[in-house]
């Protein structure tokens, strides 16, 4: 069995490759070639946290993975990950264990690259700014996606720790080679956006859409519990939204839960799934779209596609 740590995954991954592989895995996905299960999750509200199972299969390029991630906002407050995960890979021809990974690094760059394949199909082609709220590690890959998709000259970061945001400025101007400011607040940060991205872990909206200029993208990713959301319920209503998947959406996207259950749409406000729009069987943005929305709870064959990717980087 192999054993591989995040550093052995941040050596070997790019986010370029990750989104092509990404995109990819939910080209399959249109075409019928995944076993998906339902993810599983465990509520722990002694300690304030999750801990859910994601099996999937892709038939196609016969990559089966599961993970387990585990989702404890307060470790922050003790140094820790707020999201920490582990993969395990079989061989689908025997069930063998082939692999088992640290997928805490594999899980960002899966995340950030589903919101670069959203961005690819919904963000403005002549998007020059973003705005980030999250200075986490999940910030940092949503913001490296958004800049890998489309020519980004600028970023505004807000998070409500103003040392994380500082941070965040200081490593992502010298990763990406872009100016990277720190905001004083959301509205600050979404004033001049283009793409706008959502990763923290507030249950309630730190969106609104009076902040957004009239032509712009959002992709939320943060909130994954029912009664949790980043953005409020005009932006929802007022956008043309894509989402990850229906079936984990149904159970878990606050975000869209919430607006449904206010009245304030149905779920024919829903203009397509991510597959729909790779496959080509729905258009993504167009020339009369103002706010475009994407919101994604995260699907097991993200973790399948990207893992197999670390293998055969490897010649395993």
């Not at 973003?130 to 998709?149: D, E, H, K, L």
């Not at 001049?192 to 730190?206: C, E, G, H, N, Q």
């Not at 206010?262 to 103002?290: F, Q």
């Amino acid at each position: 069995m192999l054993f591989l740590s995040d550093a052995d995954i941040e050596k070997l991954l790019t986010m370029d490759e990750t989104i092509e592989t990404v995109e990819q895995a939910f080209k399959e996905y249109a075409k019928g070639n995944v076993v998906l299960p339902t993810r599983s999750t465990i509520m722990v509200p002694k300690y304030n946290g999750s801990i859910s199972f994601m099996p999937s299969y892709l038939t196609g390029l016969d990559a089966q993975a599961t993970k387990i991630i585990s989702i404890y906002p307060d470790n922050r407050k003790k140094g820790l990950s707020t999201t920490v995960a582990w993969i395990v890979v079989n061989d689908p021809e025997t069930g063998m264990v082939k692999a088992f990974m640290d997928a805490t690094y594999l899980t960002a760059m899966r995340t950030g690259a589903i919101t670069g394949v959203a961005a690819k199909y919904l963000a403005p082609k002549d998007a020059k700014t973003v705005a980030i709220f999250g200075a986490g590690v999940q910030g940092r890959t949503q913001t490296w996606a958004a800049c890998t998709v489309r020519d980004i000259k600028k970023v505004y970061v807000f998070d409500l720790y103003p040392e994380a945001r500082k941070k965040f400025a200081e490593d992502m101007s010298k990763k990406l080679g872009i100016e990277v400011i720190p905001a004083a607040s959301g509205e600050e940060a979404c004033r001049d956006a283009d793409i706008v991205l959502t990763a923290t872990t507030s249950p309630k909206p730190v969106l609104k859409r009076e902040w957004l200029k009239d032509k712009v993208h959002v992709s939320a990713i943060g909130a994954f519990y029912p009664d949790w959301r980043e953005l409020d319920t005009a932006t929802v209503a007022e956008s043309k939204l894509v989402i990850d998947d229906m079936e984990g959406i149904e159970l878990e996207a606050g975000d869209i839960l919430i607006p449904i259950e206010e009245g304030a749409i149905t779920w024919d406000h829903v203009h397509a799934e991510l597959k729909e729009l790779v496959s080509g069987k729905k258009k993504g943005r167009t020339p009369e779209d103002t706010v475009t929305v994407f919101k994604s709870v995260g699907i097991a064959i993200q973790d399948s596609s990207v893992s197999n990717l670390v293998l055969r980087k490897l010649g395993y």
